[in-house]
């Protein structure tokens, strides 16, 4: 093992596909075969979290999985869904007019780069690959039925999910498993990058929208964060082991080439995409952003 310890201390082993050397790469794909992918965004997180809490928090929660348990995690994806539908709705209650920092793209072009990160994966021989969203909006609904979609197409079994589908119990005494940028996310973030979290930017009397803060924010706590990740880094390990008892050599591989997933893309995604979730115009009472709002443009 290459010595790392200049990682902090100890001597960490390195996980994250684009930093390490092929013999690494070769040396864990051999003891577990698995692909772990994150997806997320920077977008509003409040005063107090880095604009790229979602996919810092899958990111880092994915790094800890493969230390746990094994696996490579891929390169990040930090562009994700927003500005369409209800996210834009949304958008304006929670953002207001603030410039927001976002790194958006539209679901077609998000979830066509998932086919084709998920491609890669099984030319390369992965027996299981798990894609986890950070990012939270009616996405990860879609994400599902874009796994149910692919999986016909695959040797290499599949799952997609958000983090807090694996956040359980949640945060200690009241269980609760996700939030936008509330005491959940912050603790999270807090936990896994303790530099991009600053408390002390949450005012005592916040007025809202508030760069999208959370109303609990304030209750945020880093040993929360800490026990909420090691439940989720457990969930994804229990997620691994079902999925590599399931794969099966004999089943067709069929998602093999740029063409290929072209073609998946038109035959059986295209026909499906006007029910996607994420594309959805309104949310919660709300049918359009007002006239002259920045969050019109895309809705
Ligand atoms: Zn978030």
Redesign the pocket.
Known sequence: MVDRSYLGGEVLREVRWERMYPHELEEAFAACPVAWFSY?LC?P?GPQNAVG??LL?AHGLLVRAARAHGGIVAPPDAWHVHEVGGYAIWAEREIGEARPWLTAVPPWVHFKNVCYHVRAAEVLGFRAAILLT???GPNWEDLKTLVDLLQPWLRMRLHGLPDFEVNRPGFPGDGADGD??GKV?TSLLWALEPDLVDVTRIPETPTFPLFAMGRTAAESRREAGEQMAADIVAGLGRLQGDLLATWDPDRPSRLRTFGDVERFWSEVVEPRLPDFKSLRRTWYDKAAPEAGSRWRENW
């Open positions: 997320g977008e997180h809490l979602d928090k950070g990012h939270y936008h940028a996310e």
